[in-house]
Antibody, heavy 121, light 107 residues
Framework: QLQLQESGPGLVKPSETLSLTCTVS??????????WGWIRQPPGKGLEWIGS???????YYNPSLKSRVTISVDTSKNQFSLKLSSVTAADTAVYYC?????????????WGQGTMVTVSS | DIQMTQSPSSLSASVGDRVTITCRAS??????LAWYQQKPGKAPKLLLY???RLESGVPSRFSGSGSGTDYTLTISSLQPEDFATYYC?????????FGQGTRLEIK
């Protein structure tokens, strides 16, 4: 059973870069059976898709964040990561990594527990 | 971007009730729709995908239907563990977008 776990700093200063990692266990990040995504949820608000990366290496980002976002894969560590630059208080949220098994479109069937990131000086 | 509008935004119901939540897309999404359940402090849980396909392990009291722009999630007989917030999500085109959520509360 695939499991995901986010990790990274819980506090980031304004204008700096938010960096999070998602460690995959129970499966290979290189597998063509899965693709990977990041979703965030500001406190008390709804869900916002940040972007996804496919086994081919192709990435798709939310245009509202595209200029600031990078998602990449580290096959040696079975991890994928999120970098969000020039953060502001509006980027304060719970950040989830998630996966989609091939055949479910882009419905995210496995989620990490989420990690709260606060942007504050 | 495809806008997803859920109704109602909140709903009070009793155990045993039949409940329906609606999700409307701003354009046709060809059944590329998922439903999630989220409880406080927890990650969302996938209930259905492709509008009506039940995710493995999800109770059969959950069902989905719809086509084109209009979709529904139905819970046939509410159980105490079903009180949560529900989100729809379209994956027909990027950016992937979610509805604003429907909070299901105990009456």
């Amino acid at each position: 059973q695939l499991q995901l776990q986010e990790s990274g700093p819980g506090l980031v200063k304004p204008s700096e870069t938010l960096s999070l990692t998602c460690t995959v266990s129970g499966g290979s990040i290189s597998s063509s059976s899965y693709y990977w995504g990041w979703i965030r949820q500001p406190p008390g608000k709804g869900l916002e898709w940040i972007g996804s990366i496919y086994y081919s290496g192709s990435t798709y980002y939310n245009p509202s964040l595209k200029s600031r976002v990078t998602i990449s894969v580290d096959t040696s560590k079975n991890q994928f990561s999120l970098k969000l630059s020039s953060v502001t208080a509006a980027d304060t949220a719970v950040y989830y990594c998630a996966s989609t098994e091939t055949g479910r479109g882009d419905a995210f069937d496995i989620w990490g527990q989420g990690t709260m990131v606060t942007v504050s000086s | 971007d495809i806008q997803m509008t859920q109704s109602p935004s909140s709903l009070s119901a009793s155990v045993g009730d039949r409940v329906t939540i609606t999700c409307r897309a701003s354009q046709g999404i060809s059944n590329s729709l998922a439903w999630y359940q989220q409880k406080p402090g927890k990650a969302p849980k996938l209930l259905l995908y492709a509008a009506s396909r039940l995710e493995s392990g999800v109770p059969s009291r959950f069902s989905g239907s719809g086509s084109g722009t209009d979709y529904t999630l139905t819970i046939s007989s509410l159980q105490p563990e079903d009180f949560a917030t529900y989100y729809c999500q379209q994956y027909y085109s990027t950016p992937i977008t979610f509805g604003q959520g429907t909070r299901l509360e105990i009456k």
